[in-house]
C-alpha cells in the first residue's frame, strides 16, 4: 500500500517540525483529548458526546495499555491532534479522533500522528490497522473526509 504525494509530504514535514505524538493511559491523556474534541466538534458544528461518556471509556478501557492508548501529537508544547484506539487482538482500532483546527495552519500533525500510531502498535504485535468504516468515496465536505484520505 502507498501513501498519497500529499500525505507523506505532511508526514516529513510534521516530523521534521518536530511532532511529538505520545502514546498513554493516564486519565490526563483523556482530558486532553476530551479538549480537542469540543473544540473539533465547534468548528464542525457538530455536537460531541458529553465528557462523562469519555471518562467511562477510560475507566473501563483505556486505563490499560493491553485494550488500547491515547496518542496526542503536539508540537511546541501544545496538543494539536489526538486519538483513541482500542486494541483486541492483533488488530488496532481508531474509534475516534479530535484536532485543533485553528492550531493545525501552522503545522498538520494528524497525519504524522495516523503514521506514529501504526509503528507502535506495529511494536505491540498489532497485524491490521482498522479505521472504522473510512470510505474513499465520501465528499470532501464530509467530517471525517481527513481521515478517508488518509
Not at 517540525?17 to 466538534?41: I, P, W
Not at 500533525?109 to 497485524?127: A, D, F, I, N, P
Not at 479505521?131 to 473526509?145: E, F, H, I, Q, V
Request: glycine share 8%.
Amino acid at each position: 500500500m502507498s501513501f498519497r504525494y500529499t500525505t507523506r509530504y505532511e508526514i516529513r514535514r510534521a516530523e521534521k517540525a518536530g511532532v511529538d505524538v505520545q502514546f498513554s493511559n493516564e486519565a490526563q491523556a483523556m482530558k486532553v483529548f476530551y479538549g480537542l474534541l469540543r473544540r473539533h466538534k465547534i468548528h464542525q458544528n457538530m455536537g460531541a458526546s458529553d465528557e462523562p461518556y469519555y471518562e467511562a471509556m477510560w475507566k473501563y478501557v483505556l486505563n490499560d495499555p493491553r485494550h488500547g492508548t491515547i496518542a496526542i501529537a503536539r508540537h511546541e508544547g501544545r496538543a494539536l491532534s489526538a486519538a483513541l484506539l482500542f486494541r483486541v487482538g492483533k488488530v488496532c482500532q481508531y474509534r475516534f479522533g479530535a484536532s485543533d483546527e485553528e492550531l493545525k495552519s501552522t503545522v498538520d500533525t494528524s497525519h504524522w500522528l495516523q503514521w506514529r500510531v501504526m509503528g507502535h502498535m506495529k511494536e505491540l504485535g498489532c497485524e491490521t490497522y482498522d479505521l472504522c468504516g473510512a470510505s474513499p468515496s465520501l465528499p470532501r465536505g464530509y467530517p471525517s473526509y481527513g481521515v478517508n484520505i488518509f
